[in-house]
Protein backbone atom coordinates (compact mmCIF):
# COMPACT_ATOMS: atom_id res chain seq x y z
CA UNK A 1 0.00 0.00 0.00
CA UNK A 2 1.16 3.24 -0.84
CA UNK A 3 -0.07 6.46 0.94
CA UNK A 4 -0.46 9.69 -1.09
CA UNK A 5 -2.60 12.24 0.83
CA UNK A 6 -2.56 14.70 -2.43
CA UNK A 7 -4.89 16.52 -4.26
CA UNK A 8 -5.64 14.58 -7.41
CA UNK A 9 -7.68 14.74 -10.43
CA UNK A 10 -11.58 13.91 -10.29
CA UNK A 11 -11.15 10.78 -12.92
CA UNK A 12 -7.67 9.42 -10.93
CA UNK A 13 -10.26 7.24 -8.15
CA UNK A 14 -12.05 6.09 -11.45
CA UNK A 15 -8.81 5.08 -13.39
CA UNK A 16 -6.86 3.35 -10.18
CA UNK A 17 -10.28 1.26 -9.78
CA UNK A 18 -10.16 0.87 -13.96
CA UNK A 19 -6.83 -1.28 -13.07
CA UNK A 20 -8.10 -3.03 -10.66
CA UNK A 21 -6.81 -1.49 -7.42
CA UNK A 22 -8.64 -0.07 -4.16
CA UNK A 23 -7.94 3.88 -3.09
CA UNK A 24 -9.33 5.75 -0.45
CA UNK A 25 -10.19 9.20 -0.88
CA UNK A 26 -11.88 12.31 0.88
CA UNK A 27 -13.92 15.11 0.34
CA UNK A 28 -12.02 18.33 1.32
CA UNK A 29 -13.53 20.79 3.69
CA UNK A 30 -13.12 24.72 1.38
CA UNK A 31 -10.25 25.34 3.55
CA UNK A 32 -8.79 22.56 3.58
CA UNK A 33 -9.07 22.47 -0.42
CA UNK A 34 -7.67 25.98 -0.60
CA UNK A 35 -4.40 24.70 1.66
CA UNK A 36 -4.16 21.63 -0.31
CA UNK A 37 -4.37 23.43 -3.63
CA UNK A 38 -1.82 26.07 -2.76
CA UNK A 39 -0.07 22.72 -1.75
CA UNK A 40 -0.82 21.29 -4.99
CA UNK A 41 0.50 24.33 -6.37
CA UNK A 42 3.83 23.73 -5.48
CA UNK A 43 4.06 20.09 -6.70
CA UNK A 44 2.88 21.05 -10.23
CA UNK A 45 5.61 24.09 -10.39
CA UNK A 46 8.15 21.30 -8.79
CA UNK A 47 7.20 19.13 -11.66
CA UNK A 48 7.51 21.64 -14.00
CA UNK A 49 11.46 22.79 -13.03
CA UNK A 50 12.59 18.96 -13.45
CA UNK A 51 10.57 18.38 -16.54
CA UNK A 52 12.36 16.56 -19.47
CA UNK A 53 11.85 19.45 -22.56
CA UNK A 54 9.40 16.52 -23.99
CA UNK A 55 7.23 16.76 -20.70
CA UNK A 56 7.62 20.27 -19.75
CA UNK A 57 4.51 21.80 -21.78
CA UNK A 58 2.62 19.11 -20.23
CA UNK A 59 3.76 20.10 -16.32
CA UNK A 60 2.71 23.51 -17.21
CA UNK A 61 -0.79 22.20 -18.66
CA UNK A 62 -1.35 20.85 -14.73
CA UNK A 63 0.21 24.34 -13.49
CA UNK A 64 -2.40 26.09 -15.49
CA UNK A 65 -5.28 23.76 -14.52
CA UNK A 66 -4.53 24.07 -10.62
CA UNK A 67 -3.89 27.68 -11.30
CA UNK A 68 -7.92 27.81 -13.05
CA UNK A 69 -9.16 25.70 -10.19
CA UNK A 70 -7.79 28.60 -7.65
CA UNK A 71 -9.44 31.00 -9.40
CA UNK A 72 -13.11 29.23 -10.10
CA UNK A 73 -12.74 28.07 -5.80
CA UNK A 74 -11.98 31.79 -5.13
CA UNK A 75 -15.18 33.28 -8.06
CA UNK A 76 -12.72 34.77 -10.47
CA UNK A 77 -13.48 33.93 -13.89
CA UNK A 78 -10.83 33.40 -16.62
CA UNK A 79 -11.42 36.72 -18.10
CA UNK A 80 -11.38 38.76 -14.39
CA UNK A 81 -8.22 37.05 -14.11
CA UNK A 82 -7.19 38.11 -17.68
CA UNK A 83 -7.90 41.64 -17.28
CA UNK A 84 -5.88 42.08 -14.35
CA UNK A 85 -2.97 39.84 -16.30
CA UNK A 86 -3.29 42.23 -19.52
CA UNK A 87 -3.34 45.71 -16.76
CA UNK A 88 0.18 44.37 -14.93
CA UNK A 89 1.46 43.88 -18.14
CA UNK A 90 0.81 47.01 -19.50
CA UNK A 91 1.70 48.96 -16.34
CA UNK A 92 4.96 46.49 -15.54
CA UNK A 93 5.77 44.78 -19.12
CA UNK A 94 6.51 40.85 -19.72
CA UNK A 95 8.90 39.23 -19.08
CA UNK A 96 9.46 39.17 -23.27
CA UNK A 97 12.92 41.08 -23.02
CA UNK A 98 15.01 38.27 -21.26
CA UNK A 99 15.84 40.99 -18.40
CA UNK A 100 18.41 39.90 -15.34
CA UNK A 101 18.08 42.57 -12.85
CA UNK A 102 21.59 42.12 -11.10
CA UNK A 103 21.39 45.36 -8.69
CA UNK A 104 20.31 48.65 -8.00
CA UNK A 105 21.69 51.93 -6.43
CA UNK A 106 20.69 54.89 -5.73
CA UNK A 107 22.18 58.33 -7.14
CA UNK A 108 24.50 59.13 -3.95
CA UNK A 109 26.29 55.46 -4.17
CA UNK A 110 28.73 54.17 -6.57
CA UNK A 111 27.86 51.30 -8.60
CA UNK A 112 30.50 49.06 -6.65
CA UNK A 113 29.28 49.82 -3.53
Known amino acids: M ?3 NKLV ?13 HCEVKVLNHNEYL ?10 L ?7 EEEDVAEL ?3 VEVVY ?3 KHKGVSI ?12 ERGGFDE ?11 ETQNG
Do not use: C, H, M, N
Request: glycine share 4%; proline share 2%; no cysteine.
Open 69 to 71: TIL
Open 35 to 44: DTLRVKLQEE
Open 9 to 21: RDKIPQIIEDKGK
Open 79 to 90: EQFERVRLKKRE
Open 46 to 52: DEYKTAS
Open 61 to 63: ADL
Open 2 to 4: IVY
Open 98 to 108: KLLLVKVWGKE
